[in-house]
């Protein structure tokens, strides 16, 4: 079965610049997450969403970051403006039907941001 | 408060030694515990997990995990180490205790793997 999508893989932009993330799940899975990976770092949850409605975002910045899955498939991951902390590595995940705690999450390739 | 700590950032091992990358963690409930490896460039694959029952877990690539619930530990282990098993190795929890669809996976920093000839 084909993996996580993302796209794109690398972006660098200017402080203060807007940037959007794209992400396709695995087929058939109704949880997604987006994590942010700063570089020496573990991944953190920045969203969920069952479906199309969100089940946490208590880590999301939410003055500059936002993020929507219309239809409950793909998924868009904005920052708008984007500041110089916010160069990191951004992954998709995604996780089976049920959304169950136990299920293992599967992770796309991510989109590395550099913010100058 | 969930926490995971891998107290190694790097893990030196030559080939076909055995080896372990150690992990503890701290939920308020029950744990599920897991183990990603993260390549260059790439993102996170998930190598196994604990749920419940049996202590040794076995996963992919030859990997295995020990729950520890005294030692609130979940260490990875694999008999005998290849050069390919060079990568960023991360440990997660999530707590049983929260209902199905909610309660966040938090991961260590990741402890880096080298496996030399």
């Known amino acids: 079965e084909a993996g996580v999508a993302q796209s794109p893989r690398y972006k660098i932009i200017e402080k203060r610049q807007s940037v959007a993330f794209w992400c396709n799940p695995i087929?058939?899975?109704?949880?997604l997450y987006w994590y942010q990976q700063i570089l020496g770092q573990g991944p953190k949850l920045l969203i969920q969403f069952q479906n199309n409605g969100v089940v946490d975002d208590s880590q999301l910045p939410k003055d500059r970051f936002s993020a929507e899955r219309l239809k409950g498939v793909d998924s868009t991951l904005k920052i708008q403006p984007a500041k110089l902390e916010d160069s990191a590595v951004y992954l998709c995940?995604?996780?089976?039907?049920?959304?169950?705690?136990?299920?293992?999450?599967?992770f796309g390739p991510g989109t590395r941001l550099t913010v100058l | 408060a969930q926490s995971v700590a891998q107290p190694e950032d790097q893990v030196n091992v030559a080939e076909g030694n055995p080896l372990t990358v150690k992990c503890t963690y701290s939920v308020s409930g029950n744990p599920y515990l897991f183990w990603y490896v993260q390549y260059p460039n790439r993102g996170l694959q998930f190598l196994l997990k604990y749920i419940t029952g049996d202590n040794l877990v076995k996963g992919s690539y030859g990997f295995e995990a020990e729950f520890n619930k005294s030692q609130t530990s979940f260490h990875l282990k694999k008999p005998s180490a290849l050069v390919s098993d060079s990568a960023l190795y991360f440990c997660a929890v999530r707590d049983r205790g929260r209902s199905s669809n909610t309660g966040k996976l938090i991961f260590g920093q990741g402890t880096t793997l080298q496996v030399k000839p």
């Open positions: 087929s058939g899975h109704a949880t």
């Open positions: 995940a995604s996780s089976s039907a049920s959304g169950a705690a136990y299920n293992e999450q599967f």
